[in-house]
């Protein structure tokens, strides 16, 4: 059995500690190498191409980049599918069936315990080969790292959306709702941290919805009558994107529109 080099990505600092803390408790009898840990997943991913662990501990709700999509960005990148073994720690339980979607070796919830951490790395140390490792299978993962595809969820299925097929993405209620030309989907994610990963694709047009560069087919002007008290009308103007693909309309606020309008110009 080879003695596993580990790796944590946790975006709470307490919870890393304790992770490491326990690591060092379970020592004698899990025998491991702890190599290095990250607070979010592009630099976690930056680190991993450098040190190649066998195992990491990862947290499945992050900004910007979730645990989940991370550990789909490594199976993406692997020579070896399962190399290295993702062990997912997390508060929820409900992301149990995704994470074994992503082939992940073990799920762990928060507050961990010793014995079940040292169970998981044991199980993980047993199926490496002696002289191989991740080292020697993982291909280089770029330094810079923009995701390629949104994992959703569709009937207790985990689907990879690419993101050349997203046509915009709105923020409604507590989720927002991505928008393909056929079907819509939710995320567990934020509006601003989608635009701080996308930027370079996704234009914000209101504070409620981005567009993709790539979809937005022109603007037009759009009135609106306001009934104010059964007698007196006023006239509301505002610009709309036009989006290919799609039959709706989205309103550009007025902060956003001298932008689209040099967009499209």
Known sequence: ???????????????RERLTTLLSDIQA?????????????????EKIAELRPDIILLDVQMPEMSGMEMAQYLRDHAVVSGVPAIIFITA????????????????LLKPVRANRLADAITRVANRLPVAVSASATMEQIPALVC????????????LLVPVRDVLFLKAEQKYVTLYTSQKEFLLEESLTSLETELKDKFVRIHRNALVAKAAIAGVERATHIVDMDGENEKVSENWQVIVAGSVERLPISRRQWPLIKALVR
């Open 1 to 15: 059995m080879s003695i596993p080099t580990i790796f944590i990505v946790d975006d709470e600092a307490p919870a």
């Open 29 to 45: 009898e899990c025998l491991h190498q702890l190599v290095g840990e990250a607070s979010d997943a592009k630099s976690g991913l």
């Open 92 to 107: 929820y339980d409900e992301f149990a069936f995704p994470a074994f979607g992503v082939q992940a070796a073990d799920y």
């Open 147 to 158: 995701r390629e595809n949104f994992s959703v969820l569709e009937r207790g299925r985990i």
